[in-house]
């Protein structure tokens, strides 16, 4: 059974950082474009971060861009969410996916539970 499970996050102060995890079971992320979204209170989902298969290509949300890294360790399948220099505006429940396609424009057909990412002093 295919499955995604978030990792990682957690409280951090303003400026901070961490680094969230999305492991996949039952099938292999790097045939996917694997997206990292998130919803904060009373927000829509945003798209964050993506990594198309065969990671020839990333992208990254202006707001987070210079800031976040995606990654993926294909002997591990898992890929990673590398977020620095964290502000209140981040805080959200980050959640991975895996889409259809080549790239995050294809719909998502596995999404998993979600981390809660508070940043806060």
């Known amino acids: 059974q295919a499955q995604l499970v978030e990792s990682g996050g957690g409280l951090v102060q303003p400026g901070g950082s961490l680094r969230l995890s999305c492991a996949a079971s039952?099938?292999?992320?790097?045939?996917?474009?694997i997206g990292w979204f998130r919803q904060a209170p009373g927000k829509e989902r945003e798209v964050v971060s993506c990594?198309?298969?065969?990671?020839?290509?990333?992208y990254h949300h202006d707001s987070v861009a210079g800031r976040f890294k995606v990654s993926r360790d294909s002997a591990k399948n898992t890929v990673y969410l590398q977020m620095n220099s964290l502000n209140p505006e981040d805080t959200a429940v980050y959640y991975c996916?895996?889409?259809?396609?080549?790239?995050?424009?294809?719909?998502?057909?596995?999404w998993g539970q979600g981390t809660l990412v508070t940043v806060s002093s």
């Open positions: 990594i198309v298969n065969n990671d020839d290509e990333t």
């Open positions: 996916a895996a889409h259809s396609g080549s790239t995050c424009h294809h719909p998502a057909w596995a």
């Open positions: 039952g099938f292999s992320s790097f045939d996917y474009a």
